[in-house]
């Protein structure tokens, strides 16, 4: 069964101190691995999309990494504005066929 | 461009009332999703559309039916509400293939 798995559920950081998101993933046949960012009241927004183990992909303060079996993403010196909710989606043998977790929500303390 | 657009932004119904969400997308893509958040549980899958005249059942199609009324527009229809359909609604366009997709801001729906 596909399945994507993200921890910690809720992660709270002072400004500056730096952390990595987790994205655990099962699925026959990956085609790719994408990170949204979720503001409370508003739709994912799209940031990165990984398609092969090794892969990395970087923008401000955030950077993603995938390996076979799971995705991190790294935040550097992260701001508050930086917090929202961090989506991992999963695109599996069916290309209309997404597979999300249940995110985690970063909070960044000035 | 306005992306991906969604109507109404939120509604409150009482259970058995019938209600049609509307989507629309001005980014020309091919195929276009439902999707409802619930806490804890994530994006799940209701419906898509990979291409004009065609839809295709998700993860949570029971109480659904949906229509691609051309290649702009994909509305999301409850025949009679449940409060298990107490949910946000999230509509999404990518182009097939290898690609992101691109979202509304989503339809707060309470089923009373």
């Known amino acids: 069964e596909d399945q994507v798995t993200q921890s910690p559920e809720a992660l709270r950081l002072q400004e500056g101190e730096s952390s990595s998101l987790n994205c655990s993933y099962t699925?026959?046949?990956?085609?790719?691995l994408f990170w949204y960012r979720q503001d409370p009241g508003k739709g994912p927004e799209f940031l990165f999309t990984?398609?092969?183990a090794g892969e990395e992909k970087e923008k401000e303060r955030l950077k993603a990494t995938l390996t076979k079996k799971e995705s991190f993403l790294h935040i550097t010196a992260p701001k508050p504005e930086d917090s929202a909710t961090y989506l991992c989606?999963?695109?599996?043998?069916?290309?209309?066929?997404?597979?999300f977790g249940s995110g985690t929500k970063l909070n960044v303390k000035p | 461009n306005a992306g991906v657009t969604q109507t109404p932004k939120f509604q409150v119904l009482k259970t058995g009332q019938s209600m049609t969400l509307q989507c629309a997308q001005d980014?020309?893509?091919?195929?276009m999703y439902w999707y409802r958040q619930d806490p804890g549980m994530g994006l799940r899958l209701i419906y898509y559309?990979?291409?004009?005249?065609?839809?295709d059942k998700g993860e949570v199609p029971n109480g659904y039916n949906v229509s691609r009324l051309n290649k702009r527009e994909f509305s999301l229809r409850l025949e009679s509400a449940a409060p298990s359909q107490t949910s946000v609604y999230f509509c999404?366009?990518?182009?097939?293939?290898?690609?992101?997709?691109?979202f509304g801001p989503g339809t707060r729906l309470t089923v009373t």
């Open positions: 980014m020309n893509h091919n195929s």
């Open positions: 990984l398609y092969s």
């Open positions: 989606a999963v695109q599996a043998q069916n290309f209309n066929k997404f597979y």
């Open positions: 999404a366009s990518n182009e097939p293939g290898w690609h992101e997709q691109y």
């Open positions: 699925v026959s046949g990956l085609r790719g």
């Open positions: 559309s990979a291409s004009e005249g065609t839809t």
